[in-house]
């Protein structure tokens, strides 16, 4: 396997021309934005990973007039901050990747669903939209963004829940297929892309996707903005080039005694000391959306295990069977083994119930409770039953 | 409980009347009041001409659109993995000692309500709180009590 070891890139958080790479863009057709970004092999920076391109070149071959591009800023995963940095920081860049996105495919219209925890960022992100929009009109083009704001739904990060909850509704997710870029947001084409996906996507129109390239490994191409917290000395958001070890990351951020990694939140995989060295950091590895949160010797697994079941099983929508039973079952389960109620072969059933959710539930919340709980039970069973 | 006079009728005006206003509109009350009283829902229900049960069923979907009474000052302290390592708990105990109220309680003045809430998406700078829609990092339970009295004195 690739291993690129660990490099610092400043690309996200870079300050650019925005006019000028968007003036790039609008002289391209959709056609020859769509290739750049699939030259790149960018994939979506969210979590889930699917290659933005195809999600554009998908969209772009829809004929309904109608098209819109939502960004993606429920960030809501425990432990992932960087987009709340990004909007903070960075938010023309948000803007100018929708634009380019909607230059591709031939939608006139954004929506950014930002989580209502971030409300506190909004009239700040409202006046640098209002620059956006001027910059566009000079340019002559024609693309309005608009904010629709979450409520403290966890849920509503999945693209389909996303949707019902701009249309008035219930987060809770839909039936695939449809897929959005045949029937999403008000039942139209729809590219759904993560604030930090978007931003990528400018970026690589102004350095082309053949440069853009070049960064990370075959199936991690690229960088990526991490949000590190935990037993960390130096806790915070840093852009790295993916194709990295967790045994470089821990050498780089842990604090000499770290024992396990949580990649990817409560929704990713846990992985241990002694899979550090094996273990790439990316699509071919651990794919995370960017959450990384180091334990050390002194934290109880079992305690970081019932947590993030505590989480889902408030987070699930309910809609479900699997997701909404198996995440209540899994946490009273756990409860009962550590209480020696029952026999530490429960687990085991256990993890056959987490395995049903992945293949039974509707969405990823419920198909991925399993990561963190096969990871944590299988790594560290001992601190899960004494 | 609260009187809403002209705001839903002004809210429905400035967003719509149709389904996809629905949020905004009850997002606006619940900024100006605190949480949603039956009586506000099924005055939005008649604006936008849809059932007070899906003005409900909407709205208690959402954990930020509180449909029991809360105080003027709502206070969201972070429990997720990274906030509860880094001491979440002494956070909550320092609350609970000034305000004089359990978690999930408000206090008899209506001015603070006390909750969990989860990821909030500060986990380098934990534990973390929200206050309304404002964040507070780095928490100790010294400097809790300093922002808390500060809403106090306001």
């Known amino acids: 396997m690739e291993n690129k070891g660990l490099s610092k890139v400043d690309l996200i958080f870079e300050e650019i021309n925005a006019k000028e ?59 992932t901050f960087k987009d709340r940095e990004i909007l903070d920081k ?65 849920i509503c990060g999945e693209e389909s829940a996303l949707f019902e909850s701009i249309e008035g509704f219930r987060g809770e997710p839909r039936n695939k297929p449809p897929y959005p870029t045949t029937s999403g947001l008000f039942s139209k084409p729809t590219s759904i892309n993560n604030v930090e996906t978007l931003v990528t996507a400018m970026m690589i129109i102004q350095m ?15 960088s990526k903005v991490f949000s590190i917290s935990g037993d960390t000395p130096i806790p915070g958001i840093f852009e790295l080039e993916l194709g990295m070890t967790v045994q470089e ?54 305690n970081v295990l019932h947590n993030y ?22 946490l009273k389960g756990i409860e009962k083994v550590k209480k020696g109620e029952a026999k530490s072969t429960y687990l085991n059933e256990l993890i056959k119930l987490a395995d049903t959710m992945k293949v039974a539930s509707k969405c990823g919340l419920g198909q991925s409770v399993g990561n963190a709980f096969r990871s944590i039970v299988e790594n560290f069973r001992e601190e899960v039953i004494y | ?37 039956d009586e506000a829902m099924v ?67 209506k001015m603070f309500t006390l909750v969990e809430t989860n990821c909030i998406g500060w986990c380098h700078k934990a534990p973390a709180m929200l206050i309304n829609d404002m964040p507070y990092t780095d928490l100790t339970p010294a400097t809790v009590i300093d922002v808390v009295k500060g809403y106090m004195s306001k």
Not at chain 1, 94 to 121: C, Q
Not at chain 1, 269 to 288: A, D, H, L, M, W
Not at chain 2, 12 to 35: F, S, T, W
């Open chain 1, 309 to 330: 079941l505590e989480f889902f099983t408030e987070e699930s929508c309910g809609q479900c069977t699997p997701c909404r039973v198996g995440c209540q079952q899994l």
């Open chain 1, 249 to 302: 990351f821990v050498t780089e951020f842990g604090d000499g005694d770290t024992k396990a990694v949580q990649v990817g939140g409560a929704s990713g995989f846990c992985v241990p000391r002694k899979r550090f060295t094996e273990t790439i950091i990316g699509f071919e590895g651990v794919p995370t959306g960017g959450s990384m949160k180091l334990f050390n010797s002194s934290r109880s697994m079992y």
């Open chain 1, 90 to 154: 960075v938010a023309y860049k948000v803007y100018g990747g929708m634009a380019i996105a909607g230059k591709a495919m031939g939608a006139r219209k954004g929506f950014i669903y930002l989580r209502g925890e971030y409300r506190f960022l909004l009239p700040q992100l409202y006046v640098e939209l209002h620059k956006f929009h001027k910059m566009i009109k000079e340019i002559g083009y024609d693309f309005q963004i608009e904010y629709r704001m979450g409520s403290g739904a966890y």
């Open chain 2, 1 to 37: 409980m609260y009187q809403t006079g002209n705001l839903v009728k002004e809210l429905a005006d400035k967003h719509g009347r149709q389904r996809e206003n629905l949020m905004p509109i009850l997002q606006d009350i619940v900024r100006k009041y605190n949480y949603l009283t």
């Open chain 1, 21 to 79: 790479v968007l003036q790039k863009a609008f002289a391209m057709t959709g056609e020859e934005i769509i290739q750049q970004i699939l030259a790149s092999g960018l994939k979506g920076r969210g979590g889930a990973g699917f290659p933005t391109g195809l999600k554009w070149k998908y969209t772009a071959a829809e004929k309904e007039p109608e098209k819109y591009i939502v960004c993606n800023a429920d960030e809501g995963e425990p432990g």
């Open chain 2, 43 to 109: 005055e939005v229900a008649t604006e936008l001409d849809i059932s007070a049960a899906e003005v409900y069923g909407t709205a208690s979907f959402y954990t930020f659109l509180d449909t029991q009474e809360r105080g003027k000052n709502v206070i969201r302290v972070c429990k997720t993995i990274t906030c509860s390592m880094k001491g979440k708990n002494d956070i909550i105990a320092a609350l609970e000692d000034i305000l004089k109220i359990k978690v999930g309680e408000t206090t008899p003045d």
């Open chain 1, 208 to 222: 082309g996707g053949a440069e853009y390239v070049k960064l990370g490994t075959k199936d991690s191409r690229g």
